[in-house]
């Protein structure tokens, strides 16, 4: 697949939409000295071409109620089981990010969760779904960093 290239205007729209996906197209024309329609034809492009993949929306977990975090090792019995563990562990929606990982587990997980009997009781889920061994925990005390803005960047100004 050939590179999508990015000229100064992709990177200054893409910039600006990395701070604040909400930002009206008109705001971003405003600030480039472009019209509205030039912001949303590129970003359009950027969405077909695969580089902007929709965007996101940041929650405070803690003032929700789920500032407990933990992050969990899975141990299978088989790697062949690796999907089918999968499969079941997007079933318990407290579980928000799994990786297929080399090395210690098979499957590394983080868990939000309500306080630590609401964690035990995630914990005890996936230690439940057929295939898995065991589970090694361990508990977030607390997130320092948690900033793709910086990375996405990164990318950018590499580019």
């Keep these: 697949m050939a590179k999508f290239r ?10 600006m ?13 405003k600030k480039l000295l472009i019209s509205a329609g030039t912001v949303h034809v590129r970003v359009k492009k950027l969405e077909e071409a695969g580089i ?3 965007s996101s929306l940041t929650l405070d977990y803690q003032k929700l109620g789920y500032s407990f975090i933990a992050y969990v090792g899975i141990f299978l019995e088989k790697t062949s089981q690796t999907k089918f563990v999968l499969n079941r562990i997007h079933e318990i929606p407290y579980i928000t990010v799994a990786h297929i990982t080399t090395g210690k587990f098979n499957i590394f997980c983080k868990v939000r969760a309500k306080d630590t009997k609401h964690a035990k009781d995630i914990i005890f889920m996936i ?3 057929e295939g898995v061994s065991r589970t090694e925990t361990m508990i977030s005390l607390e ?15 590499d580019l």
């Design 6 to 15: 990015l000229d100064e205007v992709d990177h200054q729209i893409l910039d």
């Design 17 to 29: 939409l990395i701070e604040n996906t909400r930002i009206p197209f008109t705001d971003i024309a």
């Design 52 to 54: 902007i993949k929709g």
């Design 127 to 129: 230690d439940d779904i």
């Design 143 to 157: 997130e320092s960093i948690n900033d793709k803005n910086r990375l996405m960047h990164s990318i950018f100004n």
